[in-house]
């Protein structure tokens, strides 16, 4: 089985920042993403950030230029820095791994944390 266990989640004043992450355990073979996504009281879940096995990113617009995904692949964790942060990115934010392959298994899985808080207010 595969856990994902957030982190960094918190309460901060507008413009300040937050670094969540997000730590990958269990018998994973493989991963071909790992993203951040968050859901707003009333809203649906919007991916934020993605990051995929190659390198490359995936940004919500809404972030772009204000938050960074990283990884340390060897440790199986992610991070999202998120910087000038500002009210409406009050969310639970919640870390995925995509397309992971698990020892013992023949299909890839996705799999979800459970959530970690960001309020962003003054």
């Known amino acids: 089985q595969v856990q994902l266990v957030e982190s960094g989640g918190g309460l901060v004043q507008p413009g300040g920042s937050l670094r969540l992450s997000c730590a990958a355990s269990?018998?994973?073979?493989?991963?071909?993403?790992m993203g951040w996504y968050r859901q707003a009281p009333g809203k649906q879940c919007e991916l934020v950030a993605r990051?995929?096995?190659?390198?490359?990113?995936n940004y919500a617009d809404s972030v772009k230029g204000r938050f960074t995904i990283s990884r340390e692949s060897a440790k199986k964790m992610v991070y999202l820095q998120m910087n000038s942060l500002k009210p409406e990115d009050t969310a639970v934010y919640y870390c995925?791994?995509?397309?992971?392959?698990?020892?013992?298994?023949?299909?890839?899985?996705?799999?979800w944390g459970q959530g970690t808080q960001v309020t962003v207010s003054s």
């Open positions: 995925n791994a995509e397309r992971v392959f698990v020892a013992g298994t023949r299909l890839p899985s996705d799999y």
């Open positions: 269990g018998s994973i073979l493989s991963m071909y993403a």
């Open positions: 990051i995929i096995s190659g390198g490359s990113t």
